[in-house]
C-alpha cells in the first residue's frame, strides 16, 4: 500500500513537472528594422525592459490555458500574442513573461488583468488595462515622446518619466513624479499624487478622489487642478513663486496656508482667490489655477 502511494505522489510531481516544462518559453527574434513591440497578453505578469541589443527576447511562462503563441514581425513592428482557450478564459494563474528590447523601442502593452512593468525605455510607451496594475520607470525622451498609461480599477506608479505623459484611471491610484514638459493626470474616484520635477505643464482632475500636487517651483510652470467634490492640495514648501488662482462652487472651501490673502465668497457661497504669491522674479510667470464644485482647494 506504502509503495502504491508513492509510485502516485511520483506520478503527480512528474506530471507539474512536465506541465511546467510545457509552459516555459525562451525565445528571440532579430530586431533587423523593426522600431516597436506590440503585446497582447490577457493576464498574468508582463516586464518590458529596454536594454543594449539587437533582437528582442522572451523567457518565463506561458498561461496554462494558452492556445497559440504569435511571435512575428510586421513591417516595422514586432507582434507578441497570447491566445487562450475559449473553455479556460477568465480562470487560471496566467502569464509570466519577461520581454528584453532595445532601449529606443516604442512598446504598446494591451492586456485585462495583468500587472505590466515598464522601463528603461526612450521612445513611447503605450498601456492599457482593465484590473492590473501599471508601473514606469524611465521612459520617453525630453520633448520629444509621447506616453500613456490607462487602466480601470488598476494603479499606475512612474517615476523618471519624460516627455508627454498621459494618465488615466477610474478607481485606481496614480501615484509617482514626473520630469515630463507635461503632464496630464485624471481619475475619476481614486487618490492621485504627483511630484513634479522639471514640468512645465501639468493637468490634474479627479471627479471624487483626493489630489496632491508637490515641486511646483520651476520657471514659467503652468498648473491646472481640479475636482468635483474631492480634495486638492498643493504642497509648496513655501517655495512657489507666481499667480495663484482658487476657485470653488457653492459648499466648497478654499484654505490658504501659504499667504494671508484670504478668499472672497458671493451671495451664493461660492468663494474665490486670485493673487500673486512671492516676490516677483524670473519664476513670476508661474501659474496655477485651482478649481472645484464642492471640494475643499488647498494651498500649503
Not at 12 to 22: P, Q, S
Not at 25 to 35: C, D, F, K, L
Request: glycine share 8%.
Amino acid at each position: 500500500m506504502v509503495r502504491l502511494l508513492c509510485m502516485i505522489a511520483l506520478i503527480v510531481v512528474t506530471n507539474v513537472a512536465n506541465a511546467i516544462e510545457d509552459r516555459a518559453i525562451q525565445r528571440s527574434m532579430a530586431v533587423n528594422n523593426a522600431e516597436k513591440i506590440v503585446i497582447q497578453v490577457e493576464r498574468g505578469n508582463i516586464s518590458i525592459k529596454g536594454v543594449d541589443t539587437s533582437d528582442v527576447i522572451v523567457s518565463g511562462e506561458l498561461d496554462e490555458s494558452t492556445e497559440e503563441v504569435i511571435f512575428e514581425r510586421k513591417g516595422d513592428t514586432i507582434v507578441f500574442k497570447l491566445k487562450i482557450e475559449q473553455d479556460h478564459w477568465g480562470s487560471g494563474k496566467g502569464a509570466n513573461l519577461d520581454f528584453k528590447v532595445p532601449k529606443s523601442f516604442a512598446a504598446n502593452v494591451m492586456t485585462v488583468s495583468a500587472e505590466v512593468l515598464a522601463e528603461n525605455l526612450m521612445s513611447n510607451v503605450f498601456v492599457k488595462s482593465v484590473s492590473g496594475d501599471i508601473t514606469v520607470n524611465e521612459i520617453g525622451k525630453a520633448e520629444v515622446t509621447e506616453s500613456e498609461l490607462i487602466t480601470v480599477s488598476g494603479d499606475i506608479d512612474f517615476k523618471r518619466a519624460y516627455g508627454r505623459l498621459d494618465l488615466n484611471s477610474v478607481s485606481g491610484d496614480i501615484e509617482g513624479s514626473a520630469d515630463s514638459h507635461q503632464i496630464r493626470a485624471k481619475t475619476v474616484s481614486g487618490e492621485l499624487r504627483v511630484k513634479l520635477n522639471r514640468v512645465q505643464q501639468a493637468f490634474i482632475s479627479s471627479v471624487s478622489g483626493d489630489v496632491s500636487l508637490s515641486g511646483v517651483c520651476e520657471e514659467n510652470l503652468d498648473v491646472k487642478m481640479s475636482t468635483v467634490n474631492g480634495e486638492a492640495k498643493l504642497l509648496s514648501d513655501g517655495t512657489y513663486v507666481g499667480k495663484l488662482k482658487m476657485q470653488t462652487g457653492p459648499g466648497g472651501d478654499i484654505v490658504n496656508r501659504l499667504s494671508k490673502h484670504k478668499p472672497e465668497s458671493s451671495l451664493i457661497g461660492d468663494a474665490f482667490l486670485q493673487v500673486n504669491v512671492g516676490e516677483k522674479s524670473s519664476r513670476g510667470s508661474n501659474r496655477v489655477d485651482m478649481t472645484t464644485v464642492s471640494g475643499t482647494l488647498i494651498i500649503d
